[in-house]
């Protein structure tokens, strides 16, 4: 059984984040199934190649995005 998406997050989002042109990271979905969507900087493209297809069986989805800014409380 492979493991949850988050689970799989977890443990490959500091590999992900390592590559240039990459902004971020989520579980998502994509026609129904569940993937792990990571998000790009369209004015920093990533690298062809750097991102597999696949991470333990859930296929990666890039989606532009700026940079995230984490936001202070209220």
């Known amino acids: 059984m492979s493991p949850s998406g988050r689970t799989t997050l977890q443990r490959h989002l500091p590999r ?20 792990i969507a990571v998000y790009v900087d369209p004015a920093a493209p990533v690298p062809p190649g750097a991102l597999p ?20 409380p209220d």
């Open 53 to 72: 297809a696949t991470l333990d069986g859930y296929p990666i989805v890039t989606e532009p995005a700026g940079p995230f800014r984490a936001l202070g």
């Open 16 to 35: 992900l984040l390592a590559i240039p042109g990459v902004v971020g990271a989520a579980v998502g979905e994509s026609g129904g199934r569940p993937c």
